[in-house]
């Protein structure tokens, strides 16, 4: 029962997100909008910002626990594109309405999950140390992340699509070719 509420207030909040700022919507429009009280809300949230955190947490773990399902990598990376762009106005809205570390944090998670998988896939045959395939998914992480930040910055013009094919193009090869280096380099580290 307790998380059919909590989806009842999401459903609430991103009803009114599509009509309002965020910096406009109280505790009381959505718990109106929703038809219950407000210690209903504060039982399940501490305040509208714990809700966004939520809201996002539960949009990552639907692509984190499809990413078996996709045939690859970039399969994953046009999902989350299209999750965003599905979302357009509420990721713009909280985007514009709170700091941007919110979007950002919900992206870095979303992005780094799918991309250690691809590093680990890719290092199945080849012996190289558990961080160095954290370093690799973090620097690609964060470049994602800043893409994806400026897409959303200018409005989400460029189809999810096209979006996908340029950061393709730019790492086509770049994972492995890094595992091989780590390798390499800790080849050598270890025969000195």
Same mark, same amino acid.
């Given at each position: 029962?307790? !998380?059919?509420?909590?989806?009842?207030?999401?459903?609430?909040?991103?009803?009114?997100?599509?009509?309002?700022?965020?910096?406009?919507?109280?505790?009381? #429009?959505?718990?109106?909008?929703?038809?219950?009280?407000?210690?209903?809300?504060?039982?399940?949230? %501490? #305040?509208?910002?714990?809700?966004?955190?939520?809201?996002?947490?539960?949009?990552?773990?639907?692509?984190?626990? !499809? %990413?078996?399902?996709?045939?690859?990598?970039?399969?994953?990376?046009?999902?989350?594109? !299209?999750?965003?762009? %599905?979302?357009?106005?509420?990721?713009?809205?909280?985007?514009?309405?709170?700091?941007?570390?919110?979007?950002? !944090?919900?992206?870095?998670?979303?992005?780094?999950?799918?991309?250690?998988?691809?590093?680990?896939?890719? @290092?199945?045959?080849?012996?190289?140390?558990?961080? #160095?395939?954290?370093?690799? @998914?973090?620097?690609?992480?964060? @470049?994602?992340?800043?893409?994806?930040?400026?897409?959303? %910055?200018?409005?989400?013009?460029?189809?999810?699509?096209?979006? @996908?094919?340029?950061?393709?193009?730019?790492?086509?090869?770049?994972?492995?070719? #890094?595992?091989?280096?780590?390798?390499?380099?800790?080849?050598?580290?270890?025969?000195?």
């Amino acid at each position: 029962m307790s !998380n059919i509420t909590k989806k009842a207030l999401e459903t609430s909040f991103r009803n009114l997100l599509m009509s309002k700022p965020l910096h406009k919507i109280t505790i009381n #429009d959505i718990t109106d909008n929703c038809g219950v009280n407000r210690m209903t809300f504060y039982y399940h949230f %501490k #305040d509208i910002y714990d809700l966004v955190d939520w809201m996002f947490t539960e949009d990552a773990e639907k692509v984190l626990n !499809n %990413k078996g399902k996709f045939d690859t990598w970039q399969d994953a990376l046009v999902e989350i594109f !299209n999750i965003v762009l %599905k979302n357009k106005i509420i990721i713009l809205n909280v985007y514009h309405s709170m700091s941007h570390e919110k979007v950002e !944090n919900y992206l870095n998670g979303l992005i780094y999950n799918i991309l250690k998988d691809v590093v680990d896939q890719n @290092a199945k045959n080849l012996e190289v140390m558990e961080e #160095d395939k954290e370093f690799i @998914a973090n620097f690609y992480k964060y @470049a994602f992340t800043g893409v994806i930040l400026n897409w959303i %910055k200018t409005d989400m013009k460029l189809t999810p699509q096209i979006m @996908a094919e340029k950061l393709m193009t730019l790492i086509e090869g770049n994972i492995v070719g #890094d595992l091989i280096s780590f390798k390499e380099s800790n080849l050598s580290k270890q025969h000195k």
